[in-house]
């Protein structure tokens, strides 16, 4: 349904509206609006635009901006829609890679003109030059001839359906908003992300600098075996290495030419673009001159004879006449074929066996369209290396099969043939699709052009093949289709013998479309490298971003050249084709990939214009390339497959991390959502239990982590595995701690990132600390995936008297975490803990297991001993025996229950009878309740000198105005008092409050200690003694934590008695278990 806008002009309807003596008022408030912001204001800086108005500004522009006065100050962030709307359509979009025109002024910016190609000019004919090129000339017939013309219509109809189905995949996403150019690589790593992007990018790379050195071969071929073959260096002196020195010349040549071409390349592309037309009309009258031909051997077939012995065809390179004698003035002469066959030039000469039972027939070797010849080529006829091409349904008489026939002129088969092999050397023939792509920087309107003409470039081409394949067998005859190099027919391009007016057409033709390739293979790949290592994903090719001062890619053409030399020195054509297949295969399933995840997925931004396609057409064109790729060659799909995971890996793990708001990033998310809503939200099963942990980190003024060693030993525990959430709680308001935030929240997880801690961080803002830490115990994680363990540092400084309330908000976090049936861990001495880099060569981890709450004191060393920093240390179980216990039987059921558990460990029974409390005990819990006592004292003089002060502030300020006034005041003391001072009653209470607190301060030096409080004390010296005894010298001692007292008032006496439990001690671990079982005996 359309949408109609109507357009006011904001400013008429202000004139209209706004009366003349508004004027100054309205000014008169602007200013004292700038005099406020520049004075008292709210510290935001303004933009200096169009949109505020300035002071400097005359009476006539007075009104210029105010209509959106109520926005000004968030024009930074959110830009009028106006403004928006030019930036968009003064878009320009450059060559990526090339920034011949980015180092110019803003002048000259404005000078460059607007894409202006169409989809014929900018799409059709770029890809209808790439697709068709080197092997439709060199190969196609010799496929045909070999699969016969059934499967060789199946392989090309695989290959094209291939490529079709890419095509639509790709139109999808070149439609999804504006494309720079950058082609496949730039569609991937923004549709699947960083890491694919760059995989897929360098294989897509890799295999169009194949290309150029398949395009290159070819050149060769052509030159070597159909122009000028008297110009190869390396000739053959024995019979059967031929092919040994055609690669030999092949590798001279082709770095000869590999030079040459960058060279060419290095001084210009202009030039290469220029030629690029020249080369097109050579494909293009290539293809004319063979319809041609085809359509003239109705009436008119060329003369090309085949000579051939029984049903053996032979090699005319040496023999003009196709017969054993001849007849001259009545005398019967041998011919060199003859000789050829037989030791010498006589009638009774000794011959081949096989030479002298058959005869020798001469056929045509283009019957015509007409002779139906098609019925013979149906079929396949694969062959091992080295066998003779044989006419089927020829009579033939076998002989002796011990005649060597390496000498004899026969034409042999090069390599050995089969289907999925032809599928390798085919497939590079079709590939080139992602020509118009590449241009879309250069095409007036790429949204329609790149789908259009893509599809209609593929449909030309996989017509031409098609056809070929058709005409081709019906017009050739079957020996000269598998006659690889022309041999049979003077040494002539076999396709060349169907062509008309002559077969130097096609031989130049497709000499000067190969040389063009190649050239356009050496110009692209650089540029694509080049926007890979300027995107900075894939570090250590970033030196390749860089070129000449112009932006031509010095470095990246010198590695493509070095890589084309690898595939010369291969110096097979038909070995060098099925590796860039396996390249160009995966960069198109992953087009295909991308389109069908972006599908599925409905992102809200996947609204391509092209409305043709459909994720199983995606999906079916992502398999098709996969099957394609093994067929062809599994070790070589394997290799590439290998190559694309590396460099997925190494982005994954070095590569710069980018946001590209890629489809595998909504495939994760929408995968977590699927896997959240599957966990319950209950606790999960014994079996599955594993720490979940919430990591809480002091925060210095700087929003530096104050205990490092805090995430060392998170990454020791978990080792990458379950869900760790790290937090801190900052003490303000969060609309004035947003950017002290945003710096903690970066600082953590830098650390996090240095101490390979995975996991997610968490920083939450609260008027005070308490709160905070209750927010994160509550709230943090989400849905199944919270947490169920709370890792804290000990607060060392908690008996100073200015960190005052740091022991209250720890003793409040353990009964939080007890409340929320969470388990706690508390590392005492956290920074003498090891760090990630550590490895203990020995010692122990001793676990004192005094009470059971569910086994997390027998897990918790089994995961660390999982790291390397503790895989060396052995675990050591010691249990506290009672008087009534009988700590022999306790050792066995101990062992016996450790044995189920799987665990290895020493099991220890240490037996701790009952005994006087000592007087060093009587001491030090007396002590400590007279420390205790004394900083009531201290806080409540503290208070009553605050309220002393304020009483004499009010004093002064009522003798002023009033001889007596009442203020009412509450004091700070425990119990409310209600107070009329006057002078009388001031001096008494000032003497009442110093006799107080002299008596108060005496009691304390009179007190006697709590008898609950020595029996508590009693036993943490006791259990302090046996431990220190036996694991003084340990890596690692864990023990079980005591709840804090139900009687909040002796909270401080609370953390005296974990400060004795763990006096002396280097590295502790306090565990306090949630309560349920968290370890079984079961499987």
């Known amino acids: 349904m359309p949408t109609s806008f109507t357009v006011v002009p904001v400013e008429a309807q202000g004139e209209e509206r706004g009366p003349p003596e508004r004027d100054g008022q309205l000014q008169e408030e602007e200013d004292e609006d700038d005099e406020r912001d520049r004075g008292t204001g709210d510290g935001i800086a303004r933009e200096s635009s169009p949109f505020i108005n300035s002071a400097e500004l005359d009476r006539g522009n007075m009104y210029e901006g105010k209509n959106m006065a109520l926005f000004e100050e968030e024009m930074d962030s959110n830009p009028m829609v106006s403004s928006l709307l030019n930036k968009l359509a003064n878009y320009t979009n450059l060559t990526q890679g090339v920034v011949e025109h980015e180092a110019d002024e803003d002048s000259k910016r404005k000078e460059v003109k607007g894409p202006r190609m169409g989809t014929f000019i900018g799409v059709y004919l770029p890809c209808l030059q790439n697709i068709l090129g080197v092997i439709l000339f060199l190969r196609l017939t010799w496929i045909v001839g070999t699969a016969g013309v059934l499967e060789s219509f199946i392989i090309v109809f695989m290959c094209c359906a291939c490529t079709m189905l890419t095509a639509i995949s790709m139109s999808a996403i070149a439609t999804n908003g504006v494309v720079p150019a950058g082609g ?291 017009c050739i005859e079957g020996v000269i289709l598998r006659d690889k190099f022309g041999e049979a027919v003077n040494g002539n391009l076999v396709v060349g013998t169907l062509a008309w007016p002559s077969p130097w057409v096609i031989v130049i033709g497709s000499f000067f479309s190969t040389c063009g390739a190649g050239l356009q293979s050496l110009t692209g790949a650089p540029r694509l490298l080049q926007a890979i290592a300027r995107d900075g994903i894939v570090p250590f090719i970033q030196i390749f971003g860089h070129g000449k001062a112009n932006g031509e890619p010095t470095w990246a053409l010198l590695l493509t050249a070095g890589i084309c030399e690898i595939g010369i020195l291969i110096a097979s054509l038909d070995s060098v084709a099925p590796i860039l297949s396996m390249f160009f295969l995966m960069c198109y399933m992953f087009v295909n990939l991308a389109c069908a995840v972006q599908t599925l997925l409905r992102t809200p931004n996947w609204r391509p214009r092209f409305k043709y396609y459909h994720w199983t057409l995606s999906f079916l064109g992502m398999s098709l390339c996969l099957a394609l790729m093994f067929i062809c060659s599994w070790y070589y799909a394997l290799i590439a497959m290998l190559i694309a995971g590396c460099i997925y890996k190494y982005i994954e793990y070095r590569g710069a991390e980018k946001e590209w708001g890629d ?143 740091s022991w209250k908000n720890f003793v409040d976090t353990v009964r939080e975490t007890t409340a929320a049936q969470q388990a706690l861990l508390v590392a005492k001495n956290i920074d003498l803990f090891p760090t990630n880099q550590e490895r203990f060569t020995e010692g122990n981890i001793d676990v004192w297991w005094i009470v059971h709450d569910g086994g997390m004191l027998m897990l918790l060393p089994f995961l660390l001993r999982q790291h390397k920093v503790w895989r060396k240390c052995k675990m050591r179980i010691f249990t506290v025996a009672q008087m009534d216990d009988n700590s022999i039987q306790m050792k066995k059921d101990l062992q016996m229950f450790l044995y189920h558990l799987r665990l290895n460990a020493q099991v220890e029974v240490v037996e701790m009878f009952e005994n006087d409390i000592s007087a060093f005990t009587y001491e030090k819990t007396l002590m400590m309740e007279q420390r205790s006592q004394m900083l009531k004292q201290m806080q409540l003089s503290k208070n009553e000198r605050e309220r002393e002060a304020q009483l004499i502030h009010d004093r002064n300020t009522a003798s002023h105005s009033a001889p007596a006034v009442e203020a009412s005041v509450a004091a700070a003391v425990p119990e409310k008092v209600q107070m009329t001072w006057t002078k009388e009653k001031f001096a008494a209470e000032k003497h009442k409050t110093k006799d107080s607190n002299v008596s108060g301060f005496k009691d304390v030096f009179n007190m006697k200690p709590n008898q609950s409080n020595v029996r508590r004390m009693h036993t943490a010296v006791k259990l302090n003694g046996v431990v220190l005894n036996k694991s003084q010298h340990a890596q690692l001692v864990l023990l079980n934590m005591p709840g804090p007292p139900k009687n909040r008032k002796g909270d401080e006496n609370y953390m005296e008695f974990l400060e004795v439990l763990t006096e002396g001690l280097d590295r502790v671990l306090l565990v306090r278990g949630s309560g349920r079982e968290v370890i079984t005996i079961y499987s």
């Open 184 to 474: 496949s690589y730039y569609m991937i790593s923004r549709s699947l992300g960083p890491e694919f992007g760059g995989a897929v990018g360098l294989c897509f790379y890799l295999g169009t600098t194949f290309a150029g050195a398949m395009y290159i071969l070819g050149t060769i071929e052509i030159l070597l075996t159909y122009i000028s073959p008297s110009a190869a260096i390396f000739k053959a002196e024995e019979v059967g290495e031929e092919t040994e020195a055609m690669l030999n010349n092949m590798r001279v040549y082709g770095t000869c030419i590999i030079i040459l071409m960058a060279i060419v390349v290095f001084v210009g592309v202009k030039y290469v673009n220029k030629l690029a037309l020249v080369f097109l009309a050579c494909v293009i009258l290539s293809i004319i001159a063979i319809y041609a031909g085809v359509i003239k051997t109705a009436f008119d077939p060329p003369d090309f004879p085949i000579c051939l012995l029984g049903n053996r065809t032979l090699s005319k390179r040496n023999f003009d006449v196709c017969a054993k004698f001849t007849e001259s003035n009545n005398e019967t002469k041998t011919t060199p074929l003859w000789r050829l066959f037989c030791d010498s030039s006589l009638l009774n000469a000794t011959c081949d066996d096989y030479f002298r039972l058959n005869n020798v027939t001469e056929i045509q070797g283009i019957p015509g369209i007409m002779s139906g010849v098609l019925t013979d080529n149906l079929w396949s006829t694969y062959s091992e290396k080295g066998s003779i091409v044989e006419k089927k349904d020829q009579p033939s008489i076998a002989g002796s099969e011990e005649t060597k026939m390496g000498g004899l002129p026969y034409v042999f088969t090069d390599i050995m043939t089969y289907f999925t092999m032809l599928v390798g050397i085919y497939f590079p023939s079709v590939t080139g699709i992602m020509a118009g792509s590449n241009r879309s920087g250069d095409l007036k309107d790429a949204q329609k052009s790149i789908p259009t003409g893509t599809i209609l470039a593929i449909s030309t081409t996989s017509f031409i093949y098609l056809s070929c394949i058709v005409l081709f067998g019906a």
């Open 663 to 805: 489809g595998i990033r909504g495939l994760s998310l929408n995968a977590a959502r699927y896997a959240l809503l599957r966990v319950e939200d209950g606790p999960p099963h014994t079996k599955n239990w594993r720490p979940q942990l919430l990591v809480l980190l002091n925060l210095d003024n700087e929003q530096l982590v104050k205990h490092p060693r805090l995430l060392s030993f998170t990454s020791q525990l978990k080792a990458g595995k379950g869900l760790t959430i790290v937090g801190s709680v900052l003490q303000g308001i969060y609309l004035d701690k947003c950017t002290e935030t945003q710096k903690a929240e970066e600082n953590v997880k830098a650390l996090m990132g240095v101490e390979k801690t995975k996991g997610f961080c968490q920083i939450v803002v609260s008027p005070n600390f308490r709160d905070g830490i209750s927010y994160l115990i509550q709230s943090a994680g989400l849905g199944g995936m919270k947490h169920n363990t709370v890792l804290m540092a000990w607060p060392q400084s908690w008996k100073q008297t200015e960190n005052r309330f």
